[in-house]
């Protein structure tokens, strides 16, 4: 991804479950932000150690 250009990040796929198109760089955000949310919820189940109210 370092090396993609601003016109790389333009290109546009079509995403077939959602059935609409979205550029590399909207794409690229989501993932990121997807990813993080799963993140959050391993840290708050070591912290909680799975035990949650």
Do not use: C, V
Not at 34 to 52: P, R, T, V
């Amino acid at each position: 991804m370092d090396n993609f250009t601003e016109d790389d990040l333009k290109k546009t796929f079509y995403h077939p479950e959602r059935q609409q198109k979205f550029t590399l760089k909207t794409a690229i955000g989501m993932y990121a932000w997807h990813s993080n949310h799963h993140l959050a919820h391993i840290e708050q189940a070591i912290k909680f150690k799975g035990k949650f109210e």
